[in-house]
């Protein structure tokens, strides 16, 4: 009787680390899934981000010509560009935590604390 309750606590205990085991496993791969999925969306938005500045660049650039032709001088053009990078700037500083803040926190939150698909409890 003795034995057979050791047995069983032995295959208990067997069980048990087999499925913190399994867990374990589980979380390091779920880890490394969110993990490289973070790496390739910030390498690729890092890539379109540069692609975009030089879009954006040679854009104002030529916004820049085109306004000091219409006003017969191109420092006018260029400073009239900078005025509205200026306020496109500040519109942007005022609008910081709804556009920025908040969402980085959100995706950082869903990035910490997963919801498992095997997770029903």
Same mark, same amino acid.
């Given at each position: ?15 048990l680390?087999e ?8 979380i390091?791969?779920?880890i490394?899934?969110?993990m *490289?999925?973070?790496? =390739? ?9 540069? @692609? &975009?500045f030089?879009v954006?660049?040679? !854009?104002s650039?030529?916004?820049g010509?085109?306004?000091? *032709?219409?006003?017969d =001088?191109y ?6 560009m900078?005025? @509205? &990078? ?5 519109? !942007? ?29």
């Open positions: 009787m003795k034995e057979s309750i050791t047995s069983e606590l032995d295959e208990l205990k067997n069980e680390e499925y913190v085991q399994i867990r374990v496993d589980l390091k791969l779920h490394a899934g969110e *490289s999925r973070f790496f =390739s969306s910030f390498m690729t938005k890092t890539v379109m981000l540069y @692609l &975009f030089f954006f660049m040679f !854009f650039i030529a916004a010509l085109v306004l000091g *032709s219409w006003l =001088s420092a006018l053009g260029f400073a009239a900078g005025g @509205l &990078f200026l306020i496109a700037a500040l519109i !942007f500083w005022f609008l910081r935590k709804q556009l920025i803040e908040r969402h980085v926190v959100q995706r950082f939150i869903e990035l910490m604390f997963p919801k498992f698909d095997d997770d029903s409890d």
